[in-house]
């Protein structure tokens, strides 16, 4: 649930003019094909237009054992796309004069570090200052087990303040787990039941809701890893996300809540507009996708093996979804090739090339890394015969040789390019350059 450097949503490309064009997804369909015959990506996508469906297809399996393959209305957890549902609510709780964007937080949660100067809308545009819950050290130890409300607040507040609140934007899962319980206490019902009274039903979602614990007989998906084939991997507890990461559905249900959200048809045009202000690149709940020179919105999800994107572009209707229960590509790549196969756009199907090494062979790109354009070192390291990077207080990620001192990390667009006898190394990804040199 939550994105960094590698996992990041921007689909940075050339600012050129493009037209839609007579769209022809023979060649999406051959992407996805693709991947999913080098075992690259499990899930699903849809692109609409308008309300009206163009494409949608589903690929890989929805599980394992036994084998069971997806269909286009087989659900997935959605991870932080949940956050847009939820600023929805709290915008229509604005509307109906229960909440304020500049009210303070501390009649709700007085143990909260700094409650008296956090507002409504620092939580909505993560510049609350409260420690991301989920980027505690023991986390994954207990993310599988069911928190209370009053379990989740004193974890919350335990982790104290970061930052003075407002003085810059910090993403925070904490923030959005505190707006559920302030929905809750607003309307007198549960998130789960503000999500299907507010916004499933008014606009007719079939496949969309606030999930529990995964059941492959309601057309739910696990999610899985993959190490020499998939691997199921453990469940969140969606106890613990709630609005910031609960919500299960489908591509296709995805861009008709998008495109009722942009239509005006969830809250008024007016909240929207406050929504999309972007301030140190967070709006709230929502971010802003630029492809070529068109300027869309939506948000990115990540919860266990889950992933997801959903994006709108307001000038031509045209919202896209994808949801994913497994992936070693990146999905960056996928909606790419989805946006350009809508606006007649040129984009590659890969061939997943690999070339085999030793692991001798790696030992002269070891090392720690750094650049003057960024300030975040990678370290790199090996597990046998795989190289593996680890960015400053991320997680690792295994690599796939490609080509003569070149390697690549394909789920998240990651290209590395060592130079052995300068001891230097290049960063390509999203469109981004960046030289390395080893200390």
Same mark, same amino acid.
């Given at each position: ?8 949503? #921007?689909? %940075? ?19 996805? &094909? ?12 849809? #692109? ?34 949940? =956050? ?8 229509? %709780? ?14 709700? +949660? ?29 986390? =994954? ?17 335990? /982790?104290?303040?970061? +930052? ?38 008014? $606009? ?13 007989? =309601? ?24 609005? %910031?990461?609960? $919500? ?34 967070? /709006? ?6 630029? +492809?070529?020179?068109?300027? @869309? +919105? ?33 999905? &960056? ?32 790109? #070891? /090392? ?7 300030? #975040? ?11 593996? @990077?680890?960015?400053? @207080? ?28 300068? &001891?230097?190394?290049?960063? =390509? ?11």
């Amino acid at each position: 649930m939550k994105p960094n450097l590698f996992t990041c949503f #921007l689909l %940075a490309l050339t600012s050129l003019c493009i037209y839609a064009q007579n769209p022809d997804y023979t060649k999406l369909d051959s992407l996805l &094909n693709s991947l999913e015959a080098n075992n690259r990506f499990m899930g699903s996508l849809a #692109l609409s237009q308008n309300g009206k469906l163009l494409y949608t297809k589903a690929i890989g399996y929805a599980a394992m054992a036994p084998e069971k393959k997806p269909t286009v209305a087989t659900k997935y957890r959605i991870g932080s796309i949940t =956050k847009m549902f939820t600023s929805a609510l709290v915008f229509k %709780a604005i509307e109906n004069d229960k909440l304020k964007l500049d009210e303070t937080i501390e009649t709700y +949660f007085p143990e909260i570090e700094n409650a008296d100067k956090i507002t409504i809308g620092n939580l909505l545009n993560h510049r609350s200052g409260i420690f991301n819950f989920t980027s505690r050290e023991d986390y =994954k130890e207990w993310d599988t087990q069911a928190k209370t409300r009053d379990e989740l607040v004193q974890i919350i507040a335990k /982790g104290g303040s970061i +930052f003075d609140p407002n003085s810059k934007a910090e993403y925070s899962n904490s923030n959005y787990v505190l707006l559920t319980f302030i929905l809750e206490d607003t309307f007198g019902i549960p998130y789960s039941e503000l999500v299907r009274r507010k916004i499933i039903e008014p $606009i007719g979602l079939r496949n969309t809701y606030v999930g529990g614990k995964t059941d492959i007989t =309601k057309n739910e998906a696990y999610s899985f890893s993959y190490s020499e084939g998939w691997q199921k991997m453990s469940e969140t507890d969606l106890s613990i996300p709630l609005g %910031a990461g609960a $919500i299960v559905s489908t591509p296709s249900d995805l861009t008709i809540f998008i495109d009722a959200l942009f239509k005006g048809q969830l809250i008024s045009q007016e909240s929207l507009s406050t929504m999309k202000t972007i301030s140190d690149n967070y /709006g709230m709940g929502i971010f802003q996708v630029p +492809f070529y020179d068109k300027i @869309g +919105f939506g948000h990115n999800g990540g919860i266990d093996g889950f992933t997801s994107v959903l994006a709108y572009f307001p000038e031509d209707y045209l919202a896209v979804a994808l949801t994913s229960n497994g992936t070693r590509y990146s999905n &960056n790549d996928i909606i790419i090739a989805a946006l350009s196969s809508y606006y007649g756009k040129p984009f590659e199907i890969p061939t997943f090339k690999t070339i085999p090494v030793t692991s001798e062979d790696l030992d002269p790109y #070891l /090392g720690v890394y750094s650049s003057l354009q960024i300030a #975040l070192k990678i370290t790199i390291t090996k597990d046998e015969n795989t190289l593996i @990077g680890q960015a400053t @207080g991320q997680p690792s990620f295994p690599m796939e040789a490609v080509d003569r001192d070149v390697f690549e990390f394909k789920p998240a667009g990651v290209r590395l390019q060592f130079d052995p006898v300068e &001891n230097s190394m290049t960063l =390509k990804q999203g469109g981004g350059v960046f030289k390395y040199t080893k200390e």
